[in-house]
């Protein structure tokens, strides 16, 4: 459904159509657009036509709703978002810069969910060969609150390499924590010195004695 469209031999005071450009307009001016927990701004256009050639759109605009603020701080959000059948990309030849922070606040957060992993491939874009970080659950069968396994961190291929020190979190003898196999802390009051600890599926051993410590 087309709502307003714009040829060439329109020209109103304060549009401009673009000279030699069909069916464009550039605006010298200010644009407001007002909607009541709506959409206020969507773009339309066909799909590839290898991916069928339907028309997709993408919006912008202020929503609110009392189920935000599940994942968030207030009821009200702006949100820039694509349709269904569409991959939404944001791109700067530069720094593209995503922040959180306002010195008038004091509950900045940047906050990602996704549906499966998410994939950050630093100094690489589309290669298939760009080694990228991946994280994701150990279980990736079950989403949302199904999934309550533990947060897995890998890579694509090759090894996970640290640039700093790993800092194992610390414990007390009397406060050890559940184990997973395989896990490691730094027991802070073990005997007879403090000692770093992986966990053998039944209790927390000393890497050096190799004995339990309790």
């Not at 994280?135 to 961190?153: A, G, H, P, Q, W």
Request: net charge negative; hydrophobic share 40%.
């Amino acid at each position: 459904m087309t709502f307003l469209a714009f040829t060439q031999d329109m020209a109103v005071s304060g549009i401009d159509v673009v000279p030699g450009v069909p069916n464009s307009l550039q605006f010298n001016g200010r644009i407001t657009g007002f909607r009541d927990n709506g959409s206020a701004l969507r773009v339309m256009g066909p799909q590839s036509p290898s991916e069928g050639v339907a028309d997709v759109a993408s919006y912008s605009g202020i929503f609110y709703n009392d189920g935000y603020d599940d994942t968030g701080t207030l009821k009200t959000r702006f949100i820039i978002g694509a349709n269904v059948e569409m991959d939404m990309e944001l791109q700067a030849p530069h720094q593209l810069r995503i922040v959180g922070n306002d010195n008038t606040q004091t509950d900045g957060q940047i906050w990602m969910a996704s549906h499966t992993n998410i994939t950050i491939g630093a100094r690489g874009v589309d290669s298939v060969n760009v080694r990228r970080l991946i994280i994701d659950r150990v279980d990736k069968v079950n989403f949302d609150d199904l999934n309550t396994s533990n947060v897995e961190i890998s890579v694509s291929a090759g090894e996970l390499v640290f640039g700093s020190i790993p800092v194992l979190p610390q414990y007390s003898v009397g406060a050890l924590p559940t184990g997973v196999d395989g896990g490691m802390i730094y027991v802070t009051d073990a005997t007879p010195n403090p000692a770093m600890c992986f966990y053998n599926g039944t209790a927390w051993i000393d890497v050096v004695t190799g004995v339990a410590v309790v």
